[in-house]
């Protein structure tokens, strides 16, 4: 009997937000094998200081929606919002890695590097008020 093989894309992910904002990529999964097998996966969030899929802690700015499905040989790849949110983070970089767990025998367990580098954006008008240096307030 065939067995699915796992076809997970991208193979990273590296984000670049401002400071207090969002962002969403996509990851795609399908499955390479003949017709009549079907996929399963289910995705967990590694953020340890090595992300390596041994510690689950999924972090709160990285999400992936949905966590969990499968899909049938020769249907469209499932598809995965994969999501950071820098609103409550500091200005710094952070690393976490998508676990996708599979029921394909020689990929049971796919590690998705994910890179998330937050900056201070545009911060001129941040505050609302135009500052003029040597100006007492």
Known sequence: EPEPLAAITPSQ???????????????RLGTAEAAGTTLTFDISISMTDLPDCTQVDNPTWLTSIPGSGSV??????????????????????????LCVGTNDPAHSLVEVP??????????IFA???????????
Not at 13 to 27: E, I, K, N, P
Not at 72 to 96: E, K
Not at 127 to 137: C, E, K, N, V
């Open 72 to 97: 049938d040989a020769g249907a469209a790849a499932a598809i995965v919002a994969v999501n950071v949110d820098a609103t409550s983070l500091a200005v710094a970089t952070y690393a976490a890695a």
């Open 114 to 123: 994910v890179t998330l580098t937050v900056d201070e954006g545009d911060r």
């Open 13 to 27: 992910f590296t984000f670049d937000v401002a400071q207090g904002a969002r962002s969403s990529q996509t990851l």
């Open 127 to 137: 505050d609302g008020f135009d500052t003029m240096p040597g100006r007492a307030h």
